[in-house]
């Protein structure tokens, strides 16, 4: 298996970067369209452990949209042959002082492009 084939490895990081603008935004559409449609679909949150898209759906639909911005750090994708990757960073906000978000990704590629399978998110005191 090659890892990290650069025009795969480009094609996740464009994603990624959809999908970051789409949370920051609540363009719920794109987030939705972003992780797979599956029942076997996870993502457990800072506040939040959901199974299945349509709980994750739910989830996006009925959180807030304000105090979204942020601010990533330590990005790294990292592609697995041509359908599997995961990309993992580290996420700042204003509003939450001494706290770093951690946040990691399982993605795979489609019949609808590549799409989130697994997501974790938690956040931490930061390191002195």
């Known amino acids: 298996m090659e890892i990290n084939i650069p025009e795969?490895?480009?094609e996740v990081e464009k994603v990624f970067a959809d999908?970051?603008?789409a949370l920051v935004t609540n363009d719920v559409d794109t987030l939705d369209r972003l992780f797979l449609d599956a029942p076997t679909t996870i993502r457990y949150g800072g506040g939040e452990?959901?199974?299945g898209y349509d709980?994750?759906?739910?989830f996006r639909s009925a959180r807030s949209s304000t105090d979204l911005a942020r601010r990533l750090e330590r990005t790294v994708v990292t592609t697995y042959g041509t359908s599997f990757a995961t990309a993992s960073t580290l996420f700042y906000r204003d509003s939450a002082p001494g706290k770093v978000g951690r946040q990691m990704q399982t993605w795979i590629k489609t019949d609808n492009g590549w799409q989130v399978?697994?997501?974790h998110v938690?956040?931490?005191s930061e390191a002195a």
């Open 8 to 10: 795969v490895k480009a």
């Open 19 to 21: 999908y970051e603008l």
């Open 49 to 51: 452990n959901l199974y």
């Open 55 to 58: 709980e994750i759906a739910a």
């Open 117 to 119: 399978a697994a997501a």
């Open 122 to 124: 938690s956040i931490i």
